[in-house]
């Protein structure tokens, strides 16, 4: 499988997009968010936040902590499909846990520590695997989002399916499970 060569924004591209949000509201936000967007990997590489940093006049710290509060923004590179299963407290009294480790294992990953949130990427770069702290869809749990498609009340049959479709068929455009209970 092809993965990009490189996964660091050039400084023009940087300066390119510092020039677009320029004296904006939410400057900041606005510029990194690009650039995660511009990165063919979806992540901000140190290198880049410390460029950021530089050109803005800010301290690193700064950047870091903001891409650090919000969670749409990732330190780490980021595969071609994401899989994010919801660890509030409502899907995981519906047994997300269960999910996150059977989404785990048909990847080849192995959950030993049970206290562990599982974040990782395939090392194809094909799928990332992480955990949200709630959908806003409680009353449907336990919630899974797979290429930002929600699906409710998973169970381990509904998630055998949903899994075998996106790694066979990638995005998932028609392709739905039953969503009742
Ligand atoms: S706890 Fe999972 S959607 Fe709210």
Redesign the pocket.
Known sequence: MNQPTSAIISEELIDEIIGKYQNKPGFLLSVLEEIQEKNPLKYLPAETLQTVAAKLNLPYSRVYGVVTFYSFFNLRPQGKHSIVV?R????HTKGSKQLLNEIGHSFGMNHQDENSEASFTTADNQFTVRTVA?????AQ???VEVDGKIYSYVNSQKLLKILENVKKNGVQKNFSVNTSR
Not at 88 to 91: D, H, L, Q, V
Not at 134 to 138: E, I, L, M, N, S
């Open positions: 919801c509030g407290t409502a899907c709630c959908f806003g869809q409680c749990s336990p919630v």
